[in-house]
């Protein structure tokens, strides 16, 4: 059973800067892809950000540009860095594990972490 635990989330003033981890208790490099997946109230789960196990990185057009994911193998953590960050990008942040490959679009599965709250208020 793999588990992946979020950390990094809170409150934060709109331009601020937030870096999100997850760690997962196995190898990040099994699996096909490491996403971060965000919820607001209200809202449907959306994709932010995904990297594949080839080193290839995607995000959503809301986050280009101001938001990094990056992977460190050997700690097993994937990390997201949130530049400029805006209130609109308030949501509780989610970290998958996707053992299926992925592409844009493609249904969510495989593990998922309990989720780490951002806030973005003045």
């Known amino acids: 059973q793999v588990q992946l635990v979020e950390s990094g989330g809170g409150l934060v003033q709109p331009g601020g800067s937030l870096r999100l981890s997850c760690a997962a208790s196995?190898?990040?490099?099994?699996?096909?892809?490491m996403v971060w997946y965000r919820q607001a109230p209200g809202k449907e789960r959306e994709l932010v950000a995904a990297f594949t196990r080839g080193g290839n990185t995607n995000y959503a057009d809301s986050v280009k540009d101001r938001f990094t994911i990056s992977r460190d193998i050997a700690k097993n953590m994937v990390y997201l860095q949130m530049n400029s960050l805006k209130p609109e990008d308030t949501a509780v942040y989610y970290c998958n594990a996707r053992y299926e490959p992925w592409r844009v679009g493609v249904r969510p599965s495989g593990y998922w972490g309990q989720g780490t709250q951002v806030t973005v208020s003045s």
């Open positions: 196995g190898s990040i490099f099994s699996f096909n892809a």
